[in-house]
């Protein structure tokens, strides 16, 4: 069995599976039962001023009959006195000692609204804090939560005020809602992080009722946005961190979150970049015992891997996450149907014909069975065809010697530009 303990910026975790901040770390009894059940850590959800949530607050979108596809929220902070919460990460903490807790803080942009809280936590033996920067809304009107985490100096300047008092490591949670995350993943580190986490939840609408023409959720008749995730969402956040965990700039360890459900998309955010991750909705969707089943899919993936421990996948496709600039123009892919696993549900002639590039005939062979067949040179290897395709082998994208030496666009331009340099140089002389 592989070694999955982890250290993340310091924090010792026996496990890279944490829950998020979120409804099942709102209070010790649910994560008492989550270290029960072999979650190596969690994020308390967020202290602060205890604030009122309303009813109702959840939404979700089920997308091909699959439940839950994202799921989206307006819940806000935690609802309980302070106290109550320090009373019960102590009680957790003393329980569970090998278990890793992280406190989840949000206040008022003040150095001694942050200095006071840091101290208060910090007490009662947190392992590490995590700032919320993310939270779209609701603190975001009282600006807090993402109106923070959208200003790169005032993150940098509150980063700061925590390092200042902290005697445990800093995380610094990122929101989504921006233009480009490593602007203010960069704030951070020179304000002292010690780590970053991301992403927290991106600003949505769940839907509308068609039949009342109320919001979904809705408050009386009255909606708002709130926090999308959910595995929707995974694409978006396995981008943010990648583009954070190839900035020098950054260069502190990652906590990973955003549509995290199986132990398959542990192994793709740690490939790319992620120490450890945070899960929250697949949680709500199916209980803490997922936990079991994420544990033994890693064991096993690590050991047909060969790798001695969990550490080892840190990182390692960093290096082949680039920008389009340095792709190979030259490399040519193609589809092939193997007529053997074909249905001849024609989903693939029909996207290629209306949505790519026409080169699927429909074609009878000689037993006069009807057949499909890609024209190879006509083919621009977009992979639509294989996407449609429901059938499991019947199209395989294949790659070809295109026959000229490889060149990405950015080499294109550099040849170009010594060529037009050139000919310059000739007009003058």
Not at 241 to 247: M, P
Not at 259 to 276: A, H, K, P, R, Y
Request: proline share 4%; charged share 20%; with cysteine.
């Amino acid at each position: 069995m592989a070694d999955l303990s982890i250290d993340f910026a310091g924090i010792k975790s026996p496990n890279p599976f944490w829950l998020a901040s979120a409804p099942p770390t709102n209070t010790g009894y649910q994560v008492q039962r989550a270290f029960e059940a072999g979650w190596g850590g969690a994020v308390w959800k967020t202290l602060g001023e205890p604030v009122i949530n309303t009813s109702s607050r959840f939404a979700a979108v089920h997308f091909g009959g699959q439940r839950v596809a994202g799921f989206n929220n307006i819940e806000l902070i935690t609802d309980r006195p302070l106290e109550v919460n320090l009373k019960e990460i102590y009680e957790t903490k003393k329980r569970f000692p090998n278990n890793t807790i992280i406190a989840s803080l949000m206040v008022e942009p003040k150095q001694e609204k942050w200095h006071e809280i840091v101290k208060r936590v910090e007490a009662v033996g947190v392992d590490g804090l995590e700032l919320n920067f993310g939270c779209p809304h609701g603190m975001a009107e009282r600006g807090m939560g993402a109106a923070s985490g959208q200003q790169p100096d005032l993150v940098q300047a509150q980063t700061t005020w925590v390092k200042e008092v902290a005697t445990t490591p800093v995380i610094v949670k990122l929101t989504p809602n921006i233009t480009d995350i490593t602007v203010v993943a960069r704030h951070a580190v020179k304000g002292g992080a010690d780590a970053i986490s991301l992403i927290n939840t991106i600003n949505s609408l769940a839907g509308v009722d068609i039949h009342s023409w109320n919001t979904i959720p809705n408050v009386g008749g009255q909606g708002a946005h709130g926090g999308y995730c959910g595995p929707a969402v995974k694409p978006i956040a396995l981008s943010m961190v990648a583009e954070c965990a190839r900035d020098r700039a950054v260069g502190v360890p990652i906590s990973g979150i955003g549509g995290i459900s199986t132990w398959q998309d542990v192994v793709e955010f740690m490939l790319m970049g992620s120490t450890g991750i945070q899960v929250c909705t697949a949680v709500m969707h199916h209980g803490f015992r997922i936990v079991e089943e994420m544990i033994d899919g890693l064991n096993n993936y690590l050991d047909e891997k060969g790798l001695a421990s969990v550490m080892e996948l840190v990182g390692k496709s960093v290096p082949k996450y680039s920008n389009w600039g340095d792709l190979d123009l030259n490399y040519k892919v193609v589809a092939r149907i193997n007529e053997d696993n074909c249905i001849n549900c024609n989903k693939c002639h029909i996207a290629c014909e209306d949505a790519s590039h026409q080169c699927i005939d429909m074609l009878t062979n000689a037993e006069g069975k009807a057949i499909l067949q890609v024209r190879e040179e006509d083919c621009v290897g977009c992979n639509l065809c294989s996407i449609v395709c429901p059938a499991d082998g019947a199209i395989d994208m294949v790659a070809l010697d295109s026959g000229v030496a490889p060149m990405t666009w950015n080499q294109r331009n550099q040849v170009i530009s010594g060529l037009n340099g050139s000919y310059s140089e000739v007009e003058v002389g």
